[in-house]
């Protein structure tokens, strides 16, 4: 049996916060590797992989459970509270920064 994500219903209709991630850009950085979009608010933040690791900062803090990938490209989304990641079949496309 393949796991599911159990907070599909917490997935908004939401834009992007900006181009980047809100923390760097806020800090005068632009030294992330990759964003990642809150499928909740629309919060950009950059990956684990980057230093600041802003994305995780933010559901750390405000709890919205899911992400989806802010790269050219790429459609996939990632909920913390399952530790899953997935795609959707009929997601909308993926918003794109430029």
């Known amino acids: 049996m ?7 219903g917490e997935i908004l209709d939401t834009e992007p916060s ?9 800090a005068g950085n632009h030294n ?6 809150c499928q909740e608010c629309g919060h950009v933040g950059c990956c684990d992989n980057s230093p600041g690791r802003h994305a ?8 919205h459970p899911i992400i989806r990938s802010f790269e050219p490209g790429e459609d996939w989304y990632y909920c913390y509270i399952d530790d899953l990641a997935f795609d959707l079949e009929d997601a909308p496309p993926a918003p794109s920064h430029p």
């Open 18 to 26: 900006g181009t980047g991630c809100v923390e760097c850009l806020a």
């Open 32 to 37: 992330w590797v990759h964003l990642r979009v």
């Open 2 to 8: 393949t796991a599911a994500c159990t907070h599909l």
């Open 56 to 63: 995780t900062g933010h559901y750390s803090a405000i709890k």
